[in-house]
């Protein structure tokens, strides 16, 4: 009866352990734009790494297109425990720290490189770790693009901003931008814009050539100006709460999957920088403005004030960071 009694209690654990083990980490990975863009790729390029390496330990769900949670609502999901990662715009999180400003900065950043550069630098990784406080953490950055701006009317020099209606992102670096040229900004959801440039709700928009040309903006804006006057990247970031109770193995795991797929996501932003702005023209659909150096020049001055406002919320050592990872030498 005794090696019965054995016999059961050890199945029992088996099954037990057996029941564990089929139960895998569910991570839900939300996000704003379409699969066809760097983020998108990105997302499930990492739930293809995690789940392919990682067997039934960890399970990947992908929610696209804002159909799980927008931008505005997503980290206070996170810190709910109902998503466990997400990659919204560095300018959604004001109101956890407000160094991160520091990206839309008009015209701080010659190129995308720069901005790698400045991501890359002691003081770009420090900022990863600047909401722990507040219960997040950023896994990384990852690119989408140089920031470009599009209007019903021609845009050449300042001075044609002004009065137009632009939507801008939950920014108030990007309010005094447009500020800065006269022009009225207005605050709405991503998920919302090609509807308000459709029903002229709104005059323009600014974003990447790869947003622009999946979310269909060129098929109702009839100008984009090729300005490049800022960017548009993502914070990959997760709850400090779900990521230390990761077992060890399955955190490093994951973290190995995450930094692979931002290297995709990076490589996919930089292609089709150049492949979406083609298309764009193509199309016929929206004509693309090209700044003499002196149309640019004119936007600079315009809008380089703005970083005087925000200096002592930003901080002046992170601005100059950011300048110095202009210098290539």
């Known amino acids: 009866?005794?090696?019965?009694?054995?016999?059961?209690?050890?199945?029992?654990?088996?099954?037990?352990?057996?029941?564990?083990?089929?139960?895998?980490?569910?991570?839900?990975?939300?996000?704003?734009?379409?699969e066809n863009t760097p983020k998108g790729q990105m997302a499930n390029k990492f739930?293809?790494?995690?789940?392919?390496?990682?067997?039934?330990?960890?399970?990947?769900?992908?929610?696209?297109?804002?159909?799980?949670?927008?931008?505005?609502?997503?980290?206070?999901?996170?810190?709910?425990?109902?998503?466990?990662?997400?990659?919204?715009?560095?300018?959604?999180?004001?109101?956890?720290?407000?160094?991160?400003?520091?990206?839309?900065?008009?015209?701080?950043?010659?190129?995308?490189?720069?901005?790698?550069r400045f991501q890359n630098s002691p003081k770009g990784q420090e900022l990863l770790r600047s909401m722990e406080d507040k219960g997040l953490l950023g896994l990384g950055y990852l690119h989408n693009g140089m920031k470009q701006m599009s209007?019903?009317?021609?845009?050449?020099?300042?001075?044609?901003?002004?009065?137009?209606?632009?939507?801008?992102?939950?920014?108030?670096?990007?309010?005094?931008?447009?500020?800065?040229v006269k022009a009225i900004p207005v605050k709405k959801p991503f998920s919302e814009v090609f509807t308000l440039l459709q029903t002229k709700a709104i005059d323009g928009q600014e974003n990447t050539w790869s947003n622009i040309y999946s979310k269909k903006f060129f098929e109702v804006q009839a100008h984009i100006t090729e300005s490049n006057h800022g960017v548009i990247d993502y914070l990959i970031v997760t709850s400090s709460e779900f990521w230390t109770d990761l077992p060890a193995d399955v955190r490093g795991g994951v973290e190995k999957a995450m930094a692979e797929a931002i290297a995709h996501g990076n490589q996919v932003a930089l292609d089709k920088a150049v492949e979406d702005r083609q298309k764009i023209i193509d199309s016929g659909r929206s004509k693309v403005i090209e700044l003499t150096p002196e149309q640019r020049q004119k936007w600079v001055d315009s809008m380089?004030?703005?970083?005087?406002?925000f200096q002592k919320e930003i901080g002046k050592d992170l601005i100059d960071a950011a300048l110095a990872a202009n210098e290539t030498s």
């Open 1 to 34: 009866m005794r090696i019965f009694a054995a016999a059961a209690a050890v199945l029992a654990v088996t099954i037990a352990s057996a029941d564990v083990r089929a139960d895998p980490i569910v991570i839900k990975f939300s996000h704003v734009v379409a």
């Open 47 to 116: 739930k293809e790494l995690v789940e392919s390496r990682m067997g039934d330990k960890v399970k990947v769900d992908v929610f696209p297109n804002s159909q799980l949670f927008g931008d505005n609502k997503v980290l206070e999901a996170m810190l709910l425990g109902d998503v466990q990662i997400a990659a919204p715009s560095l300018s959604k999180f004001k109101k956890y720290t407000k160094k991160l400003q520091v990206f839309d900065l008009p015209f701080l950043f010659t190129d995308i490189e720069a901005v790698d």
């Open 151 to 180: 209007a019903r009317r021609p845009l050449k020099t300042p001075k044609d901003a002004k009065g137009l209606k632009f939507r801008i992102q939950t920014s108030d670096v990007l309010a005094a931008q447009f500020k800065a």
């Open 304 to 309: 380089k004030p703005v970083w005087g406002k």
